[in-house]
């Protein structure tokens, strides 16, 4: 979907959108966590403590409990922009994608035991400070968190078409050099599990939000252990780009599906643990992308909606995999330096876990 920057878009379907991805899930069980205990009982303790034998219709009976304790629409219609940032970064932060799910996700996935957190969704979709989660990229507030292993430490402005051949070349190669593997998805290999255009070299941004600088600081996938970064401010200097919007699965194999590139060797194995789909795999050709779009954005609520999901793309499926809320992929070189960076660094006392620490200059 393409759209302007900022433009207001709705959450995509109704509540059992965010029910249906494992993101979704678990933000809402992050919440209910949170507000409802001690309504959480003996079938939980065994989903906290990794055993597998927790029987769902118990837990799905304890969450319904824990559920109804709050009155969602009011506790949510009290938390800020800033307040949710934190159990969406919780539900971000144990994705994976080269594993299989932990003990809470799977328990989630029986579909008795999340339908009891629909009104923890409802809640979610109308609350105040959620309204922006669908919105298109936000232009005037992007920033670049540099990473700390960078050669030369500075965003490369320039160059998108040169990277972005160079990440099609050495994925191909990777593609050919799993062929090798075995067609068994539970043989023990593991190789690249993400299907955003990581490493690429490309510049990535993530809106800030008041007191707290990127979102990227707090909801990043696989988070590297950064405990000192900068982070610059960001210039869309094409005033006319062409941003594709992620709001939602429709987008995401839309892409995919206009762009396909094919990932079966390589991801087999990776993503049949999270999804158990041992067919065909696809992913974007950002290459081919970029003859059509200057920039790639995946909303929080497609993020939400999407991430985790084995979904269809003819005989084949797709996975988003290692791509952050809100987070753009800059195709093409329209952006550049708003300013100086500001550093950031870990700091267990701060909210949320990072202070601001004066420019990174």
Same mark, same amino acid.
């Given at each position: *979907? !393409? $759209? /302007? +920057? /900022? #433009? *207001? *878009? $709705?959450?995509?379907g109704d509540p059992e959108s965010l029910l249906a991805g494992p993101r979704g899930r678990r933000l809402c069980w992050v919440l209910a966590e949170e507000m409802g205990r001690p309504g959480f009982g003996p079938a939980w303790e065994q989903v906290? $403590? +990794? $055993? %597998?034998g927790a029987d769902p219709v118990e837990l799905a009976s304890e969450l319904a409990a824990a559920v109804t304790r709050a009155d969602w629409h009011f506790a949510l219609a009290g938390m800020s922009e800033v307040a949710l940032v934190g159990p969406l970064a919780e539900s971000v932060t144990v994705a994976m994608y080269w594993q299989g799910p932990d003990a809470v996700d799977q328990a989630l996935a029986h579909p008795q035991v999340a339908g009891e957190l629909r009104p923890v969704a409802h809640a979610i979709i109308s609350a105040p400070g959620t309204q922006w989660w669908p919105t298109g990229i936000d232009a /005037?507030?992007?920033q670049y968190v540099e990473s700390p292993y960078g050669p030369d430490g500075r965003p490369a402005w320039a160059g998108a078409a040169g990277q972005l051949m160079t990440w099609l070349a050495a994925t191909e190669e990777?593609? %050919?050099s799993a062929a090798g593997r075995p067609a068994d998805p539970a043989a023990p290999y593991s190789g690249h599990w993400w299907s955003s255009p990581t490493w690429s070299g490309l510049v990535s941004t993530t809106r800030a939000l008041p007191g707290l600088g990127p979102l990227q600081l707090y909801a990043m996938e696989d988070w590297p252990g950064w405990e000192d970064v900068r982070c610059w401010p960001v210039a869309v200097s094409h005033r006319a780009a062409r941003i594709y919007e992620i709001t939602s699965p429709d987008d995401w194999t839309a892409l995919v599906t206009r762009y396909p590139l094919e990932v079966t060797k390589s991801r087999r194995h990776d993503w049949w643990q999270v999804t &158990?789909? !041992? &067919? !065909?795999?696809? *992913?974007p050709d950002y290459t081919a992308a970029a003859a059509d779009y200057d920039a790639i954005h995946l909303t929080v609520s497609g993020y939400l909606t999407t991430a985790g999901r084995a979904l269809a793309v003819n005989d084949a499926r797709c996975l988003l995999a290692g791509w @952050?809320? @809100?987070?753009t992929y800059w195709l093409a070189d329209c #952006?550049? &330096? /708003?300013g100086a960076p500001v550093r950031w660094i870990r700091d267990d006392s701060a909210h949320l876990g990072w202070r601001q620490a004066g420019p990174g200059l």
């Open positions: *979907m !393409a $759209s /302007g +920057y /900022g #433009v *207001m *878009m $709705s959450w995509p906290w $403590s +990794y $055993s %597998r /005037g507030t992007q990777e593609e %050919r &158990g789909w !041992a &067919g !065909a795999w696809l *992913m @952050d809320p @809100d987070k #952006v550049a &330096g /708003g």
